[in-house]
């Protein structure tokens, strides 16, 4: 079974440049996260949804970030404009289960983001 | 080999020695703990989880100890082996909600062979 798919993986911009990443969840994972991971540091979550809804996008900065999941599925996550602070991996991950279930996410591999 | 304290950026281990990676995590309402383990250039994969109601609970050649009083929680990895290198981090939430989870800062465990 394929795991969660993001790309791209790799992508350079300059500072105020758009930019967007896509993520294809596990088959049947209702939950969908998007997480930024600082270099050195633990992911820090920005948006989860529970099929289209966002449940939690407490820590999404609004001013810049948006995201989507249309149809419950697949999701995207937008910049624009880049800043250099930006620079980081956005990983993307999916469960079958929150609230009393098992915390276990399943994660891609990532899409590693350089602002110049 | 240990980290001490409450965070060791890294820990660095004789291969088929045991770890012991340590956590301090920092809200004394989470009730579930985990364990992940991200190998270079990939996303972080579960390793263990534990609720509070267990202070100890045990896989396949890794075990996780959590101590409620003090805050802390720990990593043993048995045997340690060269697959074993990666960042490892633990991670805080309510089981009400594990939907919300919270990441430390993580451990790079090296085993030298």
């Known amino acids: 079974e394929a795991g969660v798919v993001q790309s791209p993986r790799y992508k350079i911009i300059e500072k105020k440049q758009p930019v967007a990443f896509w993520c294809n969840p596990i088959?049947?994972?209702?939950?969908l996260y998007w997480y930024r991971q600082n270099l050195g540091q633990g992911p820090e979550l920005l948006i989860r949804?529970?099929?289209?809804?966002?449940v939690d996008d407490s820590q999404l900065p609004k001013d810049r970030f948006s995201a989507e999941r249309l149809k419950g599925v697949d999701s995207t996550l937008k910049i624009q404009p880049a800043e250099l602070g930006d620079s980081a991996v956005y990983l993307c991950?999916?469960?079958?289960?929150?609230?009393w279930g098992r915390g276990e996410l399943f994660f891609g591999e990532g899409s590693r983001l350089t602002v110049l | 080999g240990e980290s001490v304290g409450l965070h060791l950026p890294t820990l660095s281990v004789q291969e088929g020695d045991n770890s012991i990676i340590n956590c301090a995590y920092s809200?004394?309402?989470?009730?579930?703990f985990i364990w992940y383990k991200q190998e270079s250039g990939k996303g972080p994969q579960f390793i263990i989880d534990?609720?509070?109601?267990?202070d100890k609970r045990q896989g396949q050649r890794v075990t996780v100890l959590l101590n409620k009083t003090v805050k802390h929680l720990s990593l043993q990895i048995a045997a340690t082996q060269p697959g074993d290198s990666a960042v490892y981090f633990c991670?805080?939430?309510?089981?009400?909600?594990?939907?919300?989870?919270?990441f430390g800062q993580g451990t790079t465990l090296q085993v030298k062979p």
């Open positions: 809200n004394s309402a989470s009730d579930y």
């Open positions: 991670a805080e939430t309510k089981s009400s909600n594990t939907g919300k989870l919270i």
């Open positions: 534990i609720r509070s109601n267990m």
């Open positions: 088959s049947g994972h209702n939950t």
């Open positions: 949804y529970e099929n289209e809804e966002a």
């Open positions: 991950a999916s469960s079958q289960e929150t609230g």
